[in-house]
């Protein structure tokens, strides 16, 4: 697949508005919905050209990443640099889904130590801006707090993903190519695994009672073994949670109507 500098130009502009760190004026959540591997996936796809590829892509490398918290502010990846400079790379090698989450998580480790060097720089801007302060130079410290920062992190994420999309373009068929056939098929197990443990991390957060892993498990079977489509499997759950809902509920007023009886019983022996 060939792909243009206009191409990866926009597909480095997506990066840096899917970065944490970026300022741009649609605020926090525009960045934050833009980081999702989804959403990177959709977005690249429509780039260049093959949005189907794309949001495969994207849809597989999401599951990995659903369950990831930050905790403590530390990342274990850079979602922009996961969502989009990783997938178009897949997709100009003609990489599958499974080896294209693979490379997601290599990317996406390198992209969180770029972002603790940008938060280096960025230290260093900050106590300009504080001396700036201390000499009361408004006009100065405007530029070493709102200025310096989003430039060098356009500079980093733009730049790098610009590279990577222009070598990749006519390097990364090549490159996936040579390497042996066992390291792909290596690398196909690992992210066919990946996607499982972002979904059990998730599970793991959400799941109050561990005995409704058992929705989740009924669900699998439908997908795989009875190869349902995803909106027979959801009504198939809202089926089954209305019944769960409607057993629960019934109980609870058999428990009531006992207990409203025993006390009537009690009464009346008194």
């Not at 990866?8 to 934050?32: K, M, T, Y």
């Not at 969502?83 to 490379?103: E, F, K, Q, R």
């Amino acid at each position: 697949m060939e792909v243009s500098v206009l191409q990866a130009a926009l597909i480095g502009i997506s990066c840096w508005l899917g970065s944490v760190e970026n300022s741009q004026p649609l605020g926090v959540a525009f960045s934050d919905a833009m980081s999702k591997p989804i959403v990177g996936g959709t977005v690249v796809g429509l780039i260049l050209g093959d949005v189907v590829t794309g949001v495969t892509i994207g849809a597989a490398v999401q599951a990995m990443y659903l369950g990831q918290v930050l905790i403590g502010g530390v990342a274990t990846a850079d979602m922009a640099f996961v969502s989009y400079p990783s997938i178009a790379l897949a997709m100009l090698a003609g990489a599958d889904a499974n080896v294209a989450v693979t490379l997601a998580a290599t990317v996406g480790v390198l992209g969180a130590a770029l972002f603790t060097g940008y938060e280096i720089l960025a230290s260093v801007f900050y106590q300009l801006g504080d001396k700036y302060i201390a000499e009361n130079n408004i006009k100065k410290m405007k530029i070493a707090y709102m200025v310096l920062p989003p430039i060098t992190s356009f500079i980093l994420r733009f730049g790098i993903t610009f590279t990577i999309v222009m070598l990749g373009s006519n390097y990364a068929a090549t490159l996936l190519a040579a390497i042996p056939q066992i390291v792909l098929h290596i690398a196909g197990v690992l992210g066919g695994v990946l996607p499982a443990v972002g979904i059990s991390i998730l599970i793991t957060y959400t799941l109050k009672d561990y005995k409704f892993i058992i929705f989740f498990l009924i669900g699998m079977i439908c997908i795989t073994f009875l190869n349902l489509n995803m909106v027979a499997t959801a009504v198939t759950g809202t089926c089954l949670a209305v019944m769960y809902y409607m057993y629960t509920a019934n109980n609870n007023n058999n428990q009531v109507e006992s207990i409203n009886q025993n006390i009537e019983e009690e009464d009346e022996l008194q």
